[in-house]
């Protein structure tokens, strides 16, 4: 991967450069392009989601690995692919419905800052793999705690 094209996928063609909470505002980006290729498809399948998912993952681990070495930073604040890679995780099999998306939103960024359960020693991965693993693993804790809410809420109503 060039080092342009590089850049163009890390930062989430340009979101990172936002001068306050560029992660923040990608997971938000992330969220709303969800919501919004699922209104205008009708529905993403399960199969379409985690293909996606994934494909964002390798291209992510590649282009931020290429940026931090040109760079020479470990996970600097300006790639934003680990925080849509999160947050799109944070989604797999859930209903899309307003306010699970909004709490995916909320609960993501909660365990993307606090790293809770051993999540900060993803970060010591090397290169590319530690900028999206931490991610992955916040989203997929997101993933699991929406699972369950739903559930209950679900059961109890």
């Not at 342009?4 to 980006?29: D, K």
């Not at 699922?38 to 940026?67: C, E, F, K, M, Q």
């Not at 530690?130 to 693993?137: N, Q, S, T």
């Amino acid at each position: 991967m060039t080092y342009r094209l590089s850049l163009m996928v890390a930062t989430g063609c340009g979101l990172g450069y936002l001068p306050a909470a560029p992660g923040t505002f990608a997971s938000i980006a992330a969220a709303l392009v969800y919501y919004g290729a699922y209104l205008r498809t009708g529905g993403i399948p399960p199969d379409v989601h985690v293909s996606a998912l994934g494909a964002i993952t390798v291209l992510g681990v590649l282009a931020s690995d290429n940026v931090v070495r040109n760079r020479g930073l470990h996970d600097p604040s300006f790639i934003v692919i680990d925080e849509i890679a999160g947050q799109l995780a944070s989604f797999v099999l859930l209903p899309v419905r307003p306010s699970l998306i909004l709490a995916g939103v909320i609960l993501f960024r909660i365990f993307d800052i606090w790293k809770p359960f051993g999540i900060r020693r993803l970060e010591s991965l090397e290169n590319g793999v530690g900028v999206l693993a931490d991610d992955l693993a916040g989203g997929l804790l997101t993933c699991a705690l929406l699972h369950a809410a739903y559930r209950l809420f679900t059961a109890w109503c």
